[in-house]
């Protein structure tokens, strides 16, 4: 077997994801990194030597972040299947959307052990992408948005730990990485940078907060799409990376900003997600690729999939080749989209482009974000 090169990008998976629902009418009732896992390994992208299996997050770890009664609590309801009142009240476990399901503890537990993996991997540089993380709403003491506990977080502290002192955080998801912006409101070692439906749950991210200078949201329009992508890329996001030369990038890549997917109102293809990946991955000699939100199976695993190539410079074919085709034929959704899916869904990867006018409002929203950014932080590898 040929030996990885040096620096050849990892991706963190598990099976755990496989056979794990949080219930038949959630909407994270369908299969996601399963599918990426699958499509990828269809298409012959994925070697021995690029795959790592999430381990599990340690209580102790989580405690890194989130309060050990919290827990405790999910512990408690994987081992019980159920909630007790103050629990729930508490923890919000078992309501808001945030289900008692078989893996409730061990699943997002998974999923916080693959961002820490990736960055204890990428310490001394490198690439991975975690298409099973991307938990942005967690909150240190409750389930927040479908997210049991924050990765992106605990992946960041860990950045943090191994003494870097200047970290950009990147969210394309449909909703605002609140919990991400939260947690570092006061440390300008990270900035956050959040692009979002505006008026989205959880109804935050607004342009004008700013959390003390080292954070900045683009709160977009309905039908955002991918000419206006571009603009934001070029004109924001790419712009306030320069401008912070960062040590290290980390990207949540949520997928239910495209247009097929039932929790958004905007229009983006999975081409404005890849270019975002694209433009990002080597501004940084540590970057970091999570999943996020998505709720159409065959959008998120196209999506998440055309990821892993975009980070290893893999050409997208036009026509899938019979076993990636199978593996998208093999999917099931039970909205009335998924009854009869187009036949792009099945054989292709790519999605047809979608652009169109720059709103203004969008313009807008670009030019005051690279407004009075921070000086940039001073690396810690050059600090006496």
């Given at each position: 077997m040929a030996a990885p090169?040096?620096?050849?990008?990892?991706?963190?998976?598990?099976?755990?994801?496989?056979?794990?629902?949080?219930?038949?009418?959630?909407?994270?009732?369908?299969?996601?990194?399963?599918?990426?896992?699958?499509?990828?390994?269809?298409?012959?992208?994925?070697?021995?030597?690029?795959?790592?299996?999430?381990?599990?997050a340690t209580p102790e770890e989580l405690a890194r972040f989130?309060?050990?009664?919290?827990?405790?609590?999910?512990?408690?309801?994987?081992?019980?299947?159920?909630?007790?009142?103050?629990?729930?009240e508490r923890f919000h476990i078992g309501?808001?959307?945030?289900?008692?399901?078989?893996?409730?503890?061990?699943?997002?537990?998974?999923?916080?052990?693959?961002?820490?993996?990736?960055?204890?991997?990428?310490?001394d540089g490198g690439i991975v992408h975690v298409p099973g993380g991307g938990t942005h709403h967690g909150q240190p003491d409750r389930a927040?948005?479908?997210?049991y506990l924050n990765d992106a977080?605990?992946?960041?502290?860990?950045?943090?730990?191994?003494?870097?002192?200047?970290?950009?955080?990147?969210?394309?998801?449909?909703?605002?990485?609140?919990?991400?912006?939260?947690?570092f409101r006061d440390d300008p070692r990270v900035f956050t940078l959040s692009l979002h439906e505006a008026g989205r749950w959880p109804f935050t991210g607004a342009a004008t907060e700013r959390a003390g200078g080292h954070?900045?949201?683009?709160?977009?329009?309905?039908?955002?799409?991918?000419?206006?992508?571009?603009?934001?890329?070029?004109?924001?996001?790419?712009?306030?990376?320069?401008?912070?030369?960062?040590?290290?990038?980390?990207?949540?890549?949520?997928?239910?900003?495209?247009?097929?997917?039932?929790?958004?109102?905007?229009?983006?293809?999975?081409n404005a997600h890849w270019g975002v990946v694209r433009a990002l991955r080597d501004l940084a000699s540590r970057f970091i690729v999570l999943g996020g939100g998505g709720y159409n199976p065959w959008s998120v695993g196209r999506c998440w999939a055309g990821v892993w190539a975009m980070l290893n410079d893999l050409p997208i074919p036009e026509?899938?080749?019979?076993?990636?085709?199978?593996?998208?034929r093999g999917l099931s959704w039970h909205r009335a989209a998924g009854r009869n899916p187009p036949v792009h869904w099945l054989t292709t990867l790519r999605d047809a482009p979608r652009p169109g006018v720059v709103r203004a409002e969008v313009q807008r929203l670009a030019a005051a974000a690279i407004r009075d950014l921070p000086h940039p932080a001073v690396p810690a590898a050059s600090m006496a």
């Amino acid at each position: 077997m040929a030996a990885p090169p040096r620096t050849a990008p990892v991706l963190i998976g598990s099976e755990i994801y496989r056979r794990s629902s949080y219930g038949p009418k959630h909407p994270l009732a369908i299969p996601r990194v399963s599918t990426t896992l699958d499509l990828i390994r269809a298409l012959g992208w994925l070697p021995g030597w690029a795959y790592r299996d999430s381990p599990r997050a340690t209580p102790e770890e989580l405690a890194r972040f989130h309060h050990p009664a919290y827990v405790a609590a999910l512990q408690r309801a994987e081992a019980t299947q159920r909630v007790d009142a103050l629990d729930c009240e508490r923890f919000h476990i078992g309501a808001h959307g945030n289900p008692v399901y078989r893996e409730v503890f061990s699943r997002p537990a998974t999923g916080a052990g693959g961002t820490l993996l990736a960055a204890r991997l990428t310490r001394d540089g490198g690439i991975v992408h975690v298409p099973g993380g991307g938990t942005h709403h967690g909150q240190p003491d409750r389930a927040s948005g479908f997210c049991y506990l924050n990765d992106a977080v605990l992946g960041l502290l860990e950045w943090l730990d191994q003494g870097l002192g200047s970290i950009l955080y990147v969210d394309i998801d449909a909703h605002h990485g609140d919990g991400v912006e939260a947690a570092f409101r006061d440390d300008p070692r990270v900035f956050t940078l959040s692009l979002h439906e505006a008026g989205r749950w959880p109804f935050t991210g607004a342009a004008t907060e700013r959390a003390g200078g080292h954070a900045r949201n683009l709160p977009v329009p309905p039908g955002f799409h991918d000419s206006e992508m571009l603009w934001l890329l070029h004109q924001a996001i790419l712009p306030i990376a320069r401008h912070l030369r960062p040590e290290a990038i980390m990207l949540q890549c949520g997928a239910d900003a495209l247009e097929e997917d039932p929790l958004s109102r905007l229009a983006l293809s999975n081409n404005a997600h890849w270019g975002v990946v694209r433009a990002l991955r080597d501004l940084a000699s540590r970057f970091i690729v999570l999943g996020g939100g998505g709720y159409n199976p065959w959008s998120v695993g196209r999506c998440w999939a055309g990821v892993w190539a975009m980070l290893n410079d893999l050409p997208i074919p036009e026509r899938l080749p019979p076993a990636a085709e199978a593996v998208l034929r093999g999917l099931s959704w039970h909205r009335a989209a998924g009854r009869n899916p187009p036949v792009h869904w099945l054989t292709t990867l790519r999605d047809a482009p979608r652009p169109g006018v720059v709103r203004a409002e969008v313009q807008r929203l670009a030019a005051a974000a690279i407004r009075d950014l921070p000086h940039p932080a001073v690396p810690a590898a050059s600090m006496a």
